[in-house]
């Protein structure tokens, strides 16, 4: 295994450690290895097992296994997380409208023939990619005008549940901008007049701004060297969420307790500088808590899902204490993530009742994006540039790129992703189980998104 392919390993499982104790000085890959060695966590089955369902040892076997680790090392268990996490944790729903709206199929064949270069597998098409086994896609859709332009469900069936991982986000960023625009949220004021329990921490010269574009100043980053230290507060984070106690300890925190003792980066402010965190966004929608006096899933049901004509409700995965990981643990069907995309589109009545997102609302997202040098000061920004063709300018309100065109894109861990282009009234999704270890892990679907928005409005 590559040292690259290391480090984006450890990188990209966000609560690594979260959950085992390691000797001292133990090396990511001793510890990959390590992992790896553990039947569930290793690929021995293509993703299209899924929708055949799974065998009662199978199950049996990866209930036993469960924990947070195991399960982000993308083996073969993970296609029974994703597809099953509410068996795990505790869930709340948020239902949809009672009017289904269904949706036209009309297939664009250009757009399987999109092409993207790939490192492991070079020139492909979408149609190839999205079949070939390293990539591990489970599905796709691409809307355009509100009608389904391009489909695939190569490893699930259409009706299964799927984890959004991060692309969950994008949830937390939207509730927010209608609140800003309610003018129930002041972007400039700090986050701590919003969430009490925060103030006199670190917390207090950060501003609700800071948060949503991942610019805090303080110590929250997902980054290899925090992941690998069983102290560092993403861990401890991590731990809280999934009410574990850290690596070598006996007591499990609360993640509020834990996000309190955040540090300040010595010589950053907050604003200057893009550094992805989840347990930021949990800060976050647990603010909307605050201000609406309601748990998340209601709040999100009121304003959103319920005008959703959406075939299923949308899953939010809680914490211990009841909090919705609305950062990452969230699921839903693949068409009703691709209707809610749709949402912020003009063809937004081909899936609601009502205007959900407003276009005063989606320039309140573009407004106040983090400055283009912001951005370009954080990790993100150079690894978009081997994703997309054009690289994105910016980020704003949770979502992790933003082009000079307004579209949007989010990720998430082992291969999802949402890309909603109002402009061109497109928006693409994809659900995956991609380990992160060679000849697995690469995710180009991104880039095959965005390419086939511009073929399906002629650029």
Avoid at 91 to 100: F, G, L, Q, V
Wanted: hydrophobic content about 40%; charged content about 20%; cysteine-free.
């Amino acid at each position: 295994m590559k040292v690259s392919t290391i480090t984006t390993a450890v990188v990209s499982i966000t609560a690594g450690l979260a959950t085992h104790a390691f000797a001292e000085n133990t090396n990511p890959q001793d510890m990959l290895k390590q992992y790896l060695s553990v039947p569930g966590a290793t690929v021995t089955m293509p993703v299209s097992a899924t929708k055949d369902g799974f065998s009662h040892d199978f199950a049996f076997d990866a209930h036993k296994k469960f924990n947070n680790f195991h399960y982000q090392m993308g083996g073969d268990h993970a296609l029974y997380y994703n597809a099953r996490l509410s068996e795990f944790l505790g869930t709340a729903i948020a239902e949809p409208s009672s009017n289904t709206k269904n949706l036209e199929v009309d297939i664009n064949s250009d757009i399987g023939d999109v092409t993207f270069n790939t490192i492991n597998s070079g020139v492909l098409k979408l149609d190839d990619y999205v079949q070939h086994e390293h990539h591990r896609v489970q599905g796709v859709m691409m809307i355009h005008h509100g009608k389904i332009v391009y489909q695939a469900y190569p490893g699930m069936n259409p009706n299964d549940n799927h984890v959004w991982m991060s692309a969950a986000k994008s949830t937390v960023g939207l509730v927010i901008a209608q609140l800003v625009d309610e003018g129930k949220v002041n972007l400039d004021t700090s986050i701590v007049e919003y969430v009490p329990e925060l103030k006199g921490t670190n917390w207090d010269q950060v501003s609700v701004k800071n948060a949503l574009n991942m610019a805090t100043g303080l110590k929250l980053e997902e980054t290899l060297d925090s992941i690998l230290d069983p102290q560092s507060i993403i861990v401890r984070f991590f731990s809280a969420e999934f009410g574990q106690p850290v690596p070598g300890g006996t007591d499990v925190e609360g993640w509020l307790d834990v996000v309190k003792d955040a540090e300040k980066i010595e010589g950053e402010k907050p604003g200057e500088v893009n550094r992805y965190s989840s347990a930021t966004t949990t800060v976050l929608n647990y603010m909307v808590e605050k201000i609406e006096n309601k748990p998340w899933t209601d709040v999100f049901e009121d304003r959103v899902w319920s005008h959703l004509g959406a075939s299923h409700g949308i899953q939010f995965h809680l914490t211990p204490e009841g909090t919705a990981v609305a950062h990452g643990l969230v699921s839903s069907t693949l068409e009703d993530m691709a209707k809610f995309g749709t949402l912020f589109t003009p063809s937004w009545n081909k899936v609601a009742d009502e205007q959900v997102v407003t276009p005063t609302q989606l320039e309140i997202m573009y407004q106040n994006a983090n400055p283009v040098e912001v951005f370009q000061k954080g990790s993100k920004a150079e690894g978009f540039k081997a994703d997309f063709v054009d690289s994105p300018l910016s980020n704003t309100f949770q979502f992790d790129a933003v082009f000079e065109d307004g579209a949007l894109y989010k990720h998430g861990n082992l291969g999802q992703g949402i890309y909603i282009d109002p402009k061109r009234d497109f928006v693409g999704v994809y659900f995956s189980s991609n380990p992160y270890v060679a000849p697995y892990g690469e995710d180009k679907m991104m880039g095959y998104i965005r390419e086939a928005a511009k073929v399906a409005a002629g650029k």
